[in-house]
C-alpha cells in the first residue's frame, strides 16, 4: 500500500533550501519515491491553515517511507534542512 509524506514548510534560508532540494530528489527517487506536489499555488478552502510551502512525496510504502527517511543517505540533508525551515511532517497510508 502506498504512504505519502506531506510537509508544510516555512522556509527561513531560501539559499541552504535551494541547495536541499536540488539534493534530495535523487535520494527520495532511489527509495522510489516520487514528488506528487512540491510547492505551486495552493488555495485553503475551509478553516484557517496557515500552509506555505506544500509537499507531497509518494512511496511504495510506509515501511519504505520511514526507510528512507531514517536512512544514512538522507541524514546530512535532513540537518541541511532543519536549520533552514520549519516544517510539520506528516507520514500517511494510502487506500
Request: aromatic share 10%.
Amino acid at each position: 500500500m502506498s504512504a505519502y509524506l506531506i510537509a508544510d514548510t516555512h522556509i527561513t534560508d531560501p539559499q541552504t533550501y535551494d541547495e536541499y532540494k536540488r539534493q534530495v530528489a535523487p535520494v527520495i527517487a532511489k527509495f522510489g519515491g516520487r514528488f506528487l506536489v512540491r510547492g505551486g499555488h495552493h488555495e485553503v478552502l475551509e478553516g484557517n491553515l496557515p500552509v506555505q510551502r506544500l509537499v507531497v512525496i509518494e512511496f511504495p510504502s510506509m515501511e519504505v517511507l520511514k526507510s528512507w527517511y531514517h536512512s544514512p543517505e538522507y541524514a546530512p540533508l535532513l540537518a541541511m534542512r532543519q536549520p533552514a525551515a520549519t516544517d510539520h511532517l506528516i507520514a500517511v497510508e494510502g487506500c
